[in-house]
Nanobody
Framework: QVELVDTGGGLVQAGGSLTLSCAASVTSGSIFRINRATWYREAPGKQRDLVATIETSGEANYADFAKGRFTISRNNFKTTVYLQMNDLKPEDTAVYLC??????????????WGQGTQVTVAA
């Protein structure tokens, strides 16, 4: 079974920074890697927004509101994806969720979602 765990959220003052992590694990102990991964966010009463995507190649793409402030990355072992967020604003307050294509030799790629992590930015 493949799981994604999102961590790193919290309460921060406007202008502050947070780094979110999206860590994959496989209960069977099989090797695995994260290929394409996307961070989304959901604010109360609003639709889910795409924040940033990192492709299998490592190419990164961002929503306009994230450009210049957020950076998506992946560790060399391709087991964890990060979202570095700088210059946070109150409007960035949301639950941030990671969705990733996790590859294992038995099952190939599977799209998995993390449980989300709350980010609250105080004015």
């Amino acid at each position: 079974q493949v799981e994604l765990v999102d961590t790193g959220g919290g309460l921060v003052q406007a202008g502050g920074s947070l780094t979110l992590s999206c860590a994959a694990s496989v209960t069977s102990g099989s090797i695995f890697r994260i290929n394409r991964a996307t961070w989304y966010r959901e604010a109360p009463g609003k639709q889910r927004d795409l924040v940033a995507t990192i492709e299998t190649s490592g190419e990164a793409n961002y929503a306009d509101f994230a450009k210049g402030r957020f950076t998506i990355s992946r560790n060399n072992f391709k087991t964890t994806v990060y979202l570095q967020m700088n210059d946070l604003k109150p409007e960035d307050t949301a639950v941030y969720l990671c969705s990733a294509d996790v590859w294992t030799p038995i099952y190939g790629p599977n799209n998995i979602w993390g449980q989300g992590t709350q980010v609250t930015v105080a004015a």
